[in-house]
């Protein structure tokens, strides 16, 4: 997260994608898509990174595969989004 309140939140780590991701997605349009949810809801995306280093998956993991699945649609309308969650 940001430094302070005021400050702006540090830049998005660059992931490469995983194989079953790469049977749907681009790893161009996957950093946009990422960037987007990273933007749109940051608290989430601390949530989502916590539970999955913890191993605990929470509400905090369904909420940003939710979040993820609306910037796809957004992004990618007309086109087959309905990836297995774990896909996502």
């Known amino acids: 997260m940001a430094p302070a309140p005021d400050q ?3 830049p998005l780590v660059k ?3 995983n ?3 790469r049977k749907h ?3 161009e349009n996957d950093g946009r898509i990422l960037q987007i949810a990273y933007e749109r809801q ?3 995306w601390l949530a989502f990174s916590e539970e999955h280093r913890q191993e605990v ?3 905090g993991t369904v909420q940003f595969r939710v979040l993820l699945r609306q910037v796809l649609d ?3 309308p007309g086109q087959n989004n309905m990836w297995p ?3 996502l």
Request: proline share 12%; hydrophobic share 35%; glycine share 0%.
């Open 57 to 59: 998956l929470l509400d």
């Open 85 to 87: 969650e774990t896909d």
């Open 15 to 17: 992931l490469d994608i």
């Open 42 to 44: 940051p608290d989430l």
């Open 19 to 21: 194989e079953r991701t």
């Open 25 to 27: 997605i681009a790893q």
């Open 74 to 76: 957004e992004e990618r």
């Open 8 to 10: 702006p939140l540090p």
